[in-house]
């Protein structure tokens, strides 16, 4: 996967996955289906990623939970799969994939995001995922969200 290509925007972008396009967020309410569960939105399948098969369980009680807030605070304390640094990526790619191709509304108007670059800006540190405000960052959760878009 080639996340480094950037779209041609023109000056366009949309650098908060909030009002409008908070549907952008892994927050949102959208079922996804992912590795034979129902998740309540993106942020509980990918937390619930971060663990093996062996806690099963432990899936299901995020797939049941009604928080996306409180299950990323789970997942602080989750047992991390040992190869977690190396699959997150991919496994991100995966779910947001899922979350728009599994419903045709979402998919429109992620499509209709283009031709403009997409930031997850945030002001709560995250520089991975997203870019805050005063320490900059990677943006990959922007990146996945244009890679996506680009093969609906």
Known sequence: MNLTR??????????????????????????????????PSAEHAYQAAKCTDEYLELKFAIAMEWSP???????????????WEQVKLDIMLQI??????QDGHLAAMLKRTAPCILIEGNNWGDTY????????????????????????
């Not at 997203?130 to 609906?152: F, S």
């Open 69 to 83: 807030g409180k299950v990323k605070r789970m997942g602080k304390t989750l047992p991390l799969r040992p190869d």
């Open 6 to 39: 950037q779209p041609n925007t023109e000056g366009c972008a949309i650098d908060q996955f909030r009002g409008r396009y908070e549907f952008l967020s892994n927050f949102y309410p959208a079922t996804v289906h992912y590795d034979g569960i129902t998740y």
């Open 96 to 101: 947001v994939t899922a979350k728009f191709q």
């Open 129 to 152: 995922w997203g870019v805050d405000v005063a320490k900059g960052g990677l943006n990959m959760l922007g990146k996945v969200l244009m890679h996506g878009r680009d093969n609906l």
